[in-house]
């Protein structure tokens, strides 16, 4: 019998799935990240043993335009989040008996005043707070720290949003970069420009990036699961894909903090079977909140070495669009939260905690520190948010009737932004 026509055929079939595998790395990009996630292996088969605290984040890239919608679909959108919040997860308590909190990234190109003073009141209320979210594109350092400085003003002067560090009395921000492309990270070069875009968001006050992962993105870098400072190289991109972890040795004087949420491969769900699908800790419709998904989240063991039982879980979503309500607003969410307090109400050595990426950055600056003590007295422990009334504007109805101010430097869509004191 001839066996080379069978052997070719196999031979076939090898180059094949070999080729499929190859493309489904590719598709996402794993290539870039399944060497950094084996090496992890080891840690994430450790246990911890005793009590542990999980600290929850959303970070939300809340885009009420998205679509390119009519201003009163973005309108209804802002005025759904501030009416429903409250009314869904008022009732839920959290170990240290604090509601449900979100952390509104708001995209400061398509800055609208009216927006703003409804998320402030709604974060007044304490249900969240509000940091910087940006898309760019073709961009100059120049123009992004003008940019930057302009609208952290803004929302600090006209809304009263925004952190101090109470050592310095320095405005600070939270950060996300839209189509994740910080520090110029696509391939391609675009939605950004800026190579040394890490120096411009330290040196204008970013406290810390909350972009990543960004699986199944090509802009996901290779460093995974991890909480660190990323040193910029000006004269390239991507400068986060490899840092120092925070902990690990001082902190860098130029070194701009990342942190990061979880990015595993979940074989409970698998294509065809066989190919684990990726656990990137969005959450949206088809990636709806559920206590299952908690398990992984802990397994990534984003953590501070000084503080072996806090984890740190920091989500995203896309929470404007009426698309996402039904899983971040709606009943998914809701029992998450439940389950939440059914497993602590079972587990006393399980606490969890809700915390705006402010408050996350605290923890992980007071582990970093050997903080000793509990979760809620290190929530404030270097940046404060006063939630009273802003320096200047408007605060009451919270849209529809705020007025903007005269025409300074304008946003990044053209539209001026409010007088500030």
């Known amino acids: 019998?001839?066996?080379?026509?069978?052997?070719?055929?196999?031979?076939a079939l090898g180059i094949l799935f070999l080729l499929l595998g190859i493309g489904e790395l590719r598709k996402r990009s794993l290539d870039r990240w399944l060497v950094p996630y084996l090496l992890q292996s080891g840690h994430r088969l450790g246990r911890h043993h005793g009590p542990?605290?999980?600290?929850i984040c959303i970070a939300d890239h809340f885009e009420p335009k998205a679509g390119n919608v009519a201003e009163e679909v973005a309108r209804a959108r802002v005025e759904k989040w501030v009416r429903h919040y409250p009314e869904m997860f008022e009732k839920f308590r959290d170990s240290d008996g604090r509601t449900p909190r979100h952390t509104f990234f708001y995209p400061i190109e398509e800055y609208d005043p009216d927006h703003l003073d409804a998320l402030a009141g709604l974060c007044r209320a304490g249900y969240g707070e509000v940091e910087i979210h940006l898309h760019h594109d073709n961009?100059?350092?120049?123009?992004?720290?003008?940019?930057l400085l302009e609208a952290r003003d803004c929302l600090r002067s006209r809304h009263g949003l925004l952190p101090r560090d109470h050592r310095t009395g320095r405005l600070t921000y939270g950060f996300i970069h839209g189509n994740w492309a910080l520090d110029n990270s696509r391939p391609d070069g675009r939605w950004c420009g800026v190579n040394n875009e890490l120096d411009v968001l330290r040196e204008t006050g970013?406290?810390?990036?909350?972009?990543f992962p960004s699986a199944p993105s090509r802009t996901q870098p290779r460093k995974i699961n991890s909480i660190y400072y990323a040193i910029d190289d000006p004269d390239r991109p991507r400068s986060h894909d490899r840092g120092i972890d925070v902990g690990s040795g001082p902190a860098p004087a130029n070194g701009l903090?990342?942190?990061?949420?979880?990015l595993l491969?979940?074989?409970?769900?698998?294509r065809w079977g066989l190919i684990p699908r990726t656990e990137n800790g969005c959450l949206q419709g088809n990636q709806p909140p559920h206590i299952d998904r908690l398990e992984l989240w802990l397994k990534a063991r984003v953590q501070i070495p000084s503080r072996p039982d806090w984890f740190f879980i920091k989500l995203h979503a896309h929470g404007a669009p009426e698309c996402e309500h039904g899983a971040i607003l709606g009943e998914p969410m809701a029992r998450f939260h439940q389950d939440l307090a059914d497993r602590a109400l079972r587990d006393p050595d399980f606490h969890y905690h809700y915390v705006t990426a402010r408050e996350m950055y605290n923890l992980v600056k007071a582990a970093e520190e050997g903080w000793s003590g509990t979760v809620a007295k290190a929530l404030d422990y270097h940046l404060v948010w006063e939630s009273g009334l802003p320096s200047a504007g408007?605060?009451?109805?919270?849209?529809?009737?705020?007025?903007?101010?005269?025409?300074?430097?304008s946003t990044p869509s053209g539209r001026p932004w409010p007088k500030s004191d």
């Open 1 to 11: 019998m001839d066996w080379w026509p069978v052997l070719l055929v196999f031979i």
């Open 52 to 55: 542990i605290h999980v600290l």
């Open 139 to 147: 961009d100059t350092a120049e123009n992004l720290r003008r940019t």
């Open 206 to 211: 970013c406290y810390a990036d909350f972009t």
């Open 257 to 262: 903090m990342l942190i990061q949420g979880p």
């Open 265 to 270: 491969l979940d074989w409970r769900r698998r």
């Open 394 to 409: 408007f605060l009451g109805d919270p849209l529809g009737k705020a007025q903007g101010g005269n025409s300074i430097p």
